[in-house]
């Protein structure tokens, strides 16, 4: 079992019932977008997020997307950890076609593969590894290429892929994901992996 100290956000029972095999947390549906209208259950994350933390964890599809961005926007204080999952294509077992966008959700989707997007988030790191100088800007993005040219968005695009996040990432929670994650120098060496696995395909 992997212990968490912070919640862990889902959007559904399915979604808690896969978490719950393995991780042991406190683990909290959004029950999709009925937490738009749920007051008590918003107020509660707020509280939570100020007191241990918490972890979003919602499915890699546009929904999910917005979903994550309300939580952002509604909670403006505490300590919050975005999970990103990869876009992978397929169909949970309970269900006969494929969701809308036809990538699967949390319940669908590996132990491996989640506990991965856990520790690329930073899940796990120690105190000290979090307090390591954050450096990494738009400056910097354009300068490696990846914003304000015609080729930035595809190039992006490619990264995405390569750090196994959803491609419909925005570049704004895109720099926060990279600040939490890598020191500058750490995402260069990243980046130059990324365009050497491109280069030998």
């Known amino acids: 079992m992997l212990h968490i100290k912070q919640a862990v956000i889902v959007e559904g029972k399915y979604d ?3 978490l ?3 991780i042991d947390a406190y683990i909290i549906t959004t029950n999709g977008f009925r ?3 749920d007051t008590e259950k918003r107020e509660l994350l707020k509280k939570i997020a100020n ?3 918490i972890i979003i964890m919602t499915d890699s599809d546009s929904a999910g997307m917005v979903i994550r961005n309300f939580l952002k926007d ?3 204080e505490g300590d919050i950890i975005n999970v990103y999952l990869p876009q992978i294509s397929g169909k949970e077992k309970r269900n006969h076609e494929k969701s809308k966008e036809g990538f699967l959700g949390v319940e ?3 132990e491996e593969i989640i506990t991965n997007a856990l520790e690329r988030a930073g899940v796990f790191m120690t105190s000290e590894e979090k307090k390591r100088e954050r450096t990494i800007n738009k400056a910097l993005l354009y300068e490696l290429g990846l914003s304000g040219r015609n080729d930035s968005k595809k190039k992006r695009e490619e990264l995405y892929k ?3 996040l959803p491609t419909c990432l925005g570049s704004n929670s895109f720099l926060q994901y990279i ?3 890598y020191t500058q120098e750490e995402f260069i060496e990243v980046y130059k992996k990324c365009l050497k696995q491109q280069d030998n395909r």
């Open 16 to 18: 808690k019932i896969k």
């Open 179 to 181: 600040n939490t994650v």
């Open 51 to 53: 007191d241990s933390g």
């Open 162 to 164: 390569f750090l196994q």
């Open 20 to 22: 719950e095999n393995f």
């Open 108 to 110: 669908g989707l590996s």
């Open 35 to 37: 937490i738009f209208k």
């Open 74 to 76: 509604i909670i403006k």
